[in-house]
């Protein structure tokens, strides 16, 4: 049976907000409804990091984790992490890509990044990251 | 016959228990919009090779790789990967050598895509081949 918002999986995930940002359409409507799935309450997306920047300021929003692709047109990952950690150092920030040879994570660990994702990701593997990187039990 | 051939077309399972994780009003738009992102991405990446950007070509290749895998669509993802890897060589003549067969595994997958979405009652207006 498909979830229901009645019965959420996690309901220690509805009070928070998180960002999904990603440039495949598809992906971006897996990884929203995924998250909706396990209880989230409150998913925003964006296509890429500008989006994502433009949607924070017009919203006022401070999401409590970014749930980001690293390979986007206009603002890559790489850039938004680097961007959001200067200006707020405790967002948490999740980097979900296919780049995963070891140069790739370094950088993204250097730049303040506080869970990876390998694509092709699992539920499984979004779970265990976004409940790490918001500090909650697994 | 393309060079993929000897890889599975898709593999069921994946959709099958993204269905369980899924709330029921994601399927069909997404598998709608994965339509879309490969018809997207395989015309900008045939428009890439022919302006000569193997580069281009490669970015194109990488993002539909990773939507094509998490749907469970390996034969398509394996074909993207070799696009992807060709582009990022900046091989321009392997990227054109080998695009009829990635438009080939393309076209298989949309027509996979169409009768998974009827398998599963969901409505074929949303797929758009």
């Known amino acids: ?138 | 016959l393309s060079a993929f051939d000897h890889i599975a077309l898709d593999d069921p399972a994946v959709l099958d228990d993204l269905a369980l994780a899924l709330p029921a009003d994601v399927t069909a738009p997404m598998l709608a919009a994965f339509a879309d992102d490969v018809v997207r991405r395989r015309d900008d990446l045939i428009a890439a090779a022919a302006a000569g950007d193997a580069a281009a070509a490669g970015r194109e290749a990488h993002s539909l790789k990773g939507a094509a895998l998490n749907l469970g669509f390996l034969r398509l993802g394996a074909a993207a990967a070799h696009m992807q890897e060709l582009g990022k060589a900046g091989d321009l003549a392997g990227v054109k050598a080998a695009s009829a067969d990635f438009s080939a595994v393309c076209s298989l997958s949309l027509q996979r895509l169409e009768q998974t979405a009827a398998t599963r009652g969901l409505p074929s207006s949303k797929i758009r081949l």
């Open chain 1, 1 to 138: 049976m498909p979830p229901d918002q009645e019965h959420p999986v996690f309901p220690d995930l509805a009070d928070k907000t998180i960002m999904v940002v990603e440039d495949t359409g598809s992906s971006r409507i897996l990884v929203s409804g995924l998250l909706r799935g396990l209880g989230v309450g409150r998913v925003v997306t964006a296509a890429d990091g500008r989006e994502a920047l433009d949607k924070m300021t017009a919203l006022s929003l401070r999401p409590d984790l970014v749930l980001c692709d690293w390979v986007m047109p206009n603002m890559d990952g790489l850039e938004l992490l680097t961007r959001l950690k200067a200006q707020d150092p405790g967002i948490k920030f999740v980097m979900m890509t296919v780049k995963t040879e070891p140069e790739a994570v370094i950088s993204a660990k250097q730049h303040g990044v506080d869970g990876y994702i390998a694509k092709p990701f699992t539920r499984e593997s979004i779970i265990n990251a976004l409940r790490k990187a918001l500090g909650l039990p697994a």
